[in-house]
T-cell receptor
Framework: KAGVTQTPRYLIKTRGQQVTLSCSPI?????VSWYQQTPGQGLQFLFE???????NKGNFPGRFSGRQFSNSRSEMNVSTLELGDSALYLC???????????FGQGTRLTVV | AQTVTQSQPEMSVQEAETVTLSCTYD???????LFWYKQPPSRQMILVIR??????QNATENRFSVNFQKAAKSFSLKISDSQLGDAAMYFC?????????????FGKGTKLTVNP
């Protein structure tokens, strides 16, 4: 059974650009969550999607957005990139509310 | 809002020895989940162990066990017979059972070094 797949694995962007990251959950998992990991702030919750609906959102500016498709795949978008957006972005999928989250290997975003 | 605190930024242990990683949390809820995740240099977060707050019995997974003290809001991880492959960042995480969300709240992590 394939795990959570995140693409791309690495990305370098310039300040002011926008970026889209993709996450394919484990087959049968309908919930997808996104986290930002930085050395200073640690792991912070970005948002969560279930059945194409955003169920929860973290404390991030509106430049961060996401969506989920009917096949449960999810994308997150960051517009007008800032240097501080450089981070590891992790995606996790969950089968049900009482189950654990499975994580992808992350996308390492560097903003220069 | 819930918070998770890991007071040990770094720990080290000799191979085959036992080490305990500390975690405390703050919540007003009575039912929740607690997790320990491991993040090796490959960056993929791997679940080590989980604990449901309503269960008094401490969870155990092979060489990994927890000491769950609900009243003290403490959730420590004990690794027995440490192996070189246990070297990683370890994160304690909290998840509420309310509100329909599966949001995880993480501690800052503990970097575990295993010395041969």
């Amino acid at each position: 059974k394939a795990g959570v797949t995140q693409t791309p694995r690495y990305l370098i962007k310039t300040r002011g650009q926008q970026v889209t990251l993709s996450c394919s959950p484990i087959s049968g998992h309908r919930s997808v969550s996104w986290y930002q990991q930085t050395p200073g702030q640690g792991l912070q919750f970005l948002f969560e999607y279930f059945s194409e609906t955003q169920r929860n959102k973290g404390n991030f500016p509106g430049r961060f957005s996401g969506r989920q498709f009917s096949n449960s795949r999810s994308e997150m978008n960051v517009s007008t990139l800032e240097l501080g957006d450089s981070a590891l972005y992790l995606c996790a999928s969950t089968r049900s509310r009482d189950a654990e989250a499975f994580f992808g290997q992350g996308t390492r975003l560097t903003v220069v | 809002a819930q918070t998770v605190t890991q007071s040990q930024p770094e720990m080290s242990v000799q191979e085959a020895e036992t080490v305990t990683l500390s975690c405390t949390y703050d919540t007003s809820e009575s039912d929740y989940y607690l997790f320990w995740y491991k993040q090796p240099p490959s960056r993929q977060m791997i679940l080590v162990i989980r604990q449901e707050a309503y269960k008094q019995q401490n969870a155990t997974e092979n060489r990994f066990s927890v000491n769950f003290q609900k009243a003290a809001k403490s959730f420590s991880l004990k690794i027995s017979d440490s192996q070189l492959g246990d070297a990683a960042m370890y994160f304690c995480a909290y998840r509420s059972t309310q509100g329909g969300s599966e949001k995880l709240v993480f501690g800052k992590g503990t970097k575990l070094t295993v010395n041969p």
